[in-house]
């Protein structure tokens, strides 16, 4: 390919270089780190390599959410977002470290140096993940399969930690094969594949789809994209509304969206539907608190830090409310966040109804910390 490029570029003028550019297949690469939390720490320190290490949450399962287990622990059933004193009854033998998000953050900035060598189209997701648009071949590789083996390679021999790559046409199909062969696996997913890969995947799979929709389409007898196939245009659109646009053409292995390096962030929230509606402010509190948590370490994964909160209560009629409370100066702590989504959960105008859906997102970040406008990124809880 890059031989091609080079004869197109010399024949053609240079704005359709680009056009041609934008004509070819593209080479996206989505690269997630194993573990991550966990395994920088059997990294450093040697006597926990090999065993069931649970980063965040306190010993014993005495308090907080687990951020991640290692893969000895997740044998056991431990994962992220379990309460530590589940997590502590799956596997006693655990073994809770406190996070250290300033290590993370730096490692995190080290597998992105590492991208950069390859290309300069890199779109981070969080600490750990990023699409990388290798179309391009910066490095003059060859292949989108040999760059991904490359920086795998390089995350492992200066970072001595694995990096697992899913390789494709698009985003959607680049993040779903990233995960296909975790730990330390490389899937690349070529465009004759794509079409079966995706009318097998069950809808559960769905990159963005969250357990509602997912639901939804199980209930409607739709439990793989094959099922998905057989809808019109039309009829997705009515069941799912915008989504179901954007449903209709990935079936088909159809996905635009492009890599965009530095996209802001608008928000950072998470959110959780709950199987059973829930009654009362005692039995929200703690949702509340759990949902904090993951939104307090978002916060610091992306190192954002902002003025306002907002709670989102869904009912189980599906009426949904937000209520925002700003202060003066920035935060990124887990107890200002709990402390306004419980006080706004208070406030008189939040009726009593059963709940279906608590969220909490942070906005209004300090402008020092990203300036460019873009699009909001709300993250979902699972
Ligand atoms: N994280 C968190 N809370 C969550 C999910 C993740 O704090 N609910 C943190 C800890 C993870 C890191 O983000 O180490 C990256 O998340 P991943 O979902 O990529 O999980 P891991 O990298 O830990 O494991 P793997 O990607 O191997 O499944
Ligand atoms: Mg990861």
Redesign the pocket.
């Known amino acids: 390919m890059p031989g091609i490029l080079r004869i197109v570029k010399r024949v053609l003028p240079k704005e359709k270089v680009s056009i041609f550019l934008s004509l070819k297949v593209r080479k996206i690469i989505h690269i997630?780190?194993?573990?991550?939390?966990?395994s920088i720490e059997q990294r450093d320190n040697p006597e926990l390599k090999g065993k069931p290490v649970i980063?965040?949450g306190l010993p014993q399962g005495r308090g907080g959410v687990v951020?991640?287990a290692s893969y000895e622990a997740r044998r056991s059933g431990v994962r992220?977002?379990m309460s530590s004193k589940q997590a502590f009854q799956l596997c006693p033998e655990a073994i809770f470290i406190r996070p250290r998000f300033e290590i993370y953050q730096e490692v995190s900035s080290q597998i992105r140096d590492i991208f950069a060598r390859y290309t300069d189209l890199i779109e981070p997701l969080?600490?750990?993940?990023a699409f990388l648009d290798v179309t391009a071949d910066k490095a003059g590789i060859g292949s989108a399969i040999a760059i991904a083996q490359q920086i795998r390679q390089a995350i492992k021999d200066e970072l001595k930690l694995t990096a697992s790559a899913g390789v494709s046409i698009n985003k959607f199909v680049a993040k779903i094969a990233s995960d296909m062969n975790?730990?330390d696996g490389l899937t690349f997913i070529g465009p004759s594949r794509i079409e079966k890969f995706m009318e097998k995947l069950p809808v559960e799979k769905f990159y963005g789809v969250g357990k509602v929709t997912a639901e939804k389409m199980r209930s409607l007898g739709l439990l793989t994209g094959a099922d998905v196939k057989k809808l019109s245009e039309g009829e997705l659109v009515r069941n799912f509304g915008k989504s179901g646009k954007f449903f209709f053409e990935i079936v088909r292995g159809i996905d635009e969206r492009q890599v965009e390096p530095n996209r802001e962030t608008k928000s950072i929230g998470a959110e959780d539907t709950f199987q059973k509606d829930l009654l009362t402010k005692e039995d929200m509190v703690p949702e509340l608190e759990k949902i904090a948590m993951?939104v307090h370490?978002r916060l610091r994964?992306h190192d954002l830090k902002g003025r306002t909160v907002t709670l989102k209560v869904k009912y189980h009629d599906f009426k949904t409310i937000t209520r925002s409370q700003s202060g003066q100066s920035v935060f990124d702590d887990f107890q200002t966040i709990i402390d306004v989504a419980v006080s706004l959960l208070a406030k008189p105008d939040v009726d009593e109804k059963p709940v279906r859906l608590l969220g909490i997102s942070v906005s209004n970040f300090d402008d020092g910390f990203r300036t460019a406008v873009g699009e909001s990124r709300q993250l979902k809880l699972f």
Not at 32 to 38: Q, R, S
Not at 126 to 129: A, K, P
Request: net charge negative; no cysteine.
């Open positions: 997630d780190m194993d573990a991550f939390y966990a980063v965040g951020a991640t992220s977002a969080s600490l750990d993940e975790k730990p993951i370490d994964k």
